[in-house]
């Protein structure tokens, strides 16, 4: 053999050791995949933080992120992306399946990825700042949207991506169609599924704390990493109108018990769910003025079953009950707001509730006594002798008592009782 063969075979097998080593690695290798198909909370952010935990401990080959988001809280935005910023395996966000978009919050995430991608079909902009605490003056709205635009072109030239089309998504609230987004750098690349993904990111290069990563993913292994029941409670707790009916089965709960001590379930109920209910309203945009406008107009009803206004206490709770649910989200947020059919259906069924209260309180206020003295004045009887102004014996309500009259009854006259003192009636004739 030729000294030229012999340097043909030991090349061809060095590149047969190479290609069955690459493939034995490849084989062993994990891409964990988290799904986020909601608003941006607490809960996701929460989710996705613990995901990028997850991964760097099991040096995932990477973290993909399949996302459908009309956006959500700045502050769990921001914290998701120093998770990301700081992850030690690449982070790669994936706008999917098709019909799906990453808006406002979104947009940020997108960005702040190792690799973005986007499936055919779905869209990504209109990232103007929403705010949180009430209408903003022009000064206090133009920090805020200066902020958001430093920030979000401060992702995007880290990233290398179109930092004037991020300024635009923020300024004047643009979306781009998946090819569009391709086109003008805003994301990678575009795949049709999560098979395809994996594929067109396989051998793509990723820079990390001035290490270049290569992946390998076109043979790896999908682990997705499922939110937990934990996580999926508090996701569907954490939804404004589950939070608010919630609130309102606890408050209703507390007063059956208070109303009528030891019943207990009515108590048990009402308190475990305004504890979920106070849970919930730590992920949410609360105005505490309109939680208490709620609290007041309930301390209303329950006041008109023991002061007799008139009808005045439950108009006015209706009126708190109904300003306070429109205010208890933050009507800047538009994720967080409750359904208008809700509060009606709501505020409805705690009028009615508390007016058949109401009702059924005052018929017992205004019947007759059937016990004790007040019961048995206006009884009838027979007298069962003679009764004067000393004495005399009477069968009153299947009982004998001693009784007396001003005017003489013969025994076995019809009397009606008018009177009690010490045990002895006073009688009149019928």
């Known amino acids: 053999m030729s000294a030229t063969g012999g340097r043909y075979l030991i090349a061809c097998l060095a590149a047969s050791l190479i290609f069955v080593f690459s493939a034995l690695g490849n084989e062993g290798k994990i891409v964990s995949v988290i799904k986020i198909s909601s608003a941006i909370s607490p809960v996701s952010s929460e989710y996705i933080s613990r995901s990028i935990e997850k991964a760097n401990k099991t040096a995932a080959e990477a973290l993909i992120i399949e996302m459908d988001t009309p956006g959500g809280l700045d502050t769990s935005m921001r914290t998701i992306i120093k998770e990301i910023n700081g992850s030690k395996t690449p982070v790669i966000v994936y706008v999917s399946p098709s019909g799906a978009r990453a808006a406002s919050a979104g947009v940020f995430i997108t960005m702040a990825a190792n690799i973005a ?6 869209n990504i902009g209109a990232a ?10 022009k000064i206090t709205s133009e920090k805020a949207e ?23 998504a923020v300024r004047k609230s643009v979306s781009l169609t998946a090819s569009e987004a391709l086109r003008q750098g805003v994301i990678d ?13 396989d051998g793509k290069q990723v820079k990390i704390d001035n290490t270049t990563i290569i992946l390998n993913t076109s043979k790896a292994t999908v682990v997705r990493d499922e939110m937990g029941w934990r996580l999926s409670l508090l996701s569907v707790i954490s939804d404004p109108n589950v939070a608010y009916v919630l609130m309102l089965i606890g408050m209703y709960g507390l007063f059956f018990e208070l109303a009528n001590p030891g019943a207990m379930f009515p108590g048990v109920a009402g308190g475990i769910s305004l504890i979920l209910a106070l849970y919930a309203f730590q992920t949410l945009p609360v105005n505490y003025a309109g939680l208490f406008l709620i609290v007041l107009a309930i301390v209303m009803f329950i006041l008109e079953l023991k002061v007799a206004s008139h009808g005045a206490l439950t108009v ?34 705690t009028v009615v509730f508390f007016g058949v209260v109401v009702g059924l309180s005052y018929k017992a206020w205004k019947r007759k006594p059937i016990t004790g003295v007040e019961g048995i004045i206006g009884a009838t009887g027979t007298a069962v002798e003679a009764i004067d102004k000393g004495s005399g014996m009477a069968m009153v309500n299947g009982a004998l008592w001693q009784c007396r009259s001003d005017a003489k009854i013969d025994k076995g006259k019809e009397v009606i009782v008018v009177g009690i003192s010490r045990l002895r009636l006073k009688v009149v004739p019928s």
């Open 117 to 122: 991608a986007m499936s055919p079909g779905t």
């Open 128 to 137: 103007h700042p929403v705010t949180i605490g009430g209408q903003m003056d």
């Open 146 to 168: 200066n902020d958001s635009v430093a920030y979000i072109k401060s992702i995007a030239r880290t990233r290398g991506r179109n930092s004037e089309w991020a300024e635009d």
């Open 189 to 201: 690349l575009i795949a049709d599924d999560l098979s395809d993904l994996l594929k067109k990111i």
């Open 316 to 349: 006015g709770g209706i009126i708190s009950m109904t300003i306070g649910s429109l205010m208890l989200f933050e009507e800047s947020s538009p994720f967080f707001k409750l359904s208008l059919y809700i509060i009606a259906i709501s505020v409805v069924v």
